[in-house]
């Protein structure tokens, strides 16, 4: 087996394959930045959102998410609990524009990052 064929069957890097898909992952992050920009209630505008998601998983993820965030959670909280599709600094950078009164902003820099 050449050095090329073992290159070409390699994996990527597990830090850009968190088991997930990026296309839904930045389809739900603008579902959020979409809804907190035009001041919908975030539950029922991610309820919405899941009926209308375009696979299983993205419907999955913004029918907890609107869940955990009706039961009372922070949107970081409800994306905490859903850790197998949201990486951890993406977490981290919501909670930190929660805290700061600056969610908005947070979320815009990570849809344009």
């Not at 998983?57 to 913004?62: G, H, I, N, Q, T």
Request: aromatic share 6%; with cysteine; net charge positive.
């Amino acid at each position: 087996m050449s050095l090329f064929s073992k290159a070409k069957r390699r994996r990527q890097p597990r830090y850009l394959n968190f088991g997930r898909h990026w296309g839904d992952l930045t389809y739900t992050l603008r579902v959020l930045l979409s809804l907190v920009e035009s001041n919908l209630p975030l539950a029922d505008g991610l309820a919405e959102s899941g009926k209308d998601a375009p696979n299983r998983k993205l419907r999955s993820v913004l029918l907890g998410l609107a869940e955990d965030i009706r039961a009372g959670n922070s949107v970081s909280r409800a994306m905490g609990s859903q850790r197998a599709f949201f990486p951890r600094c993406h977490i981290e950078m919501v909670e930190a524009g929660e805290a700061s009164g600056s969610l908005q902003e947070g979320l815009e820099h990570i849809v344009t990052s």
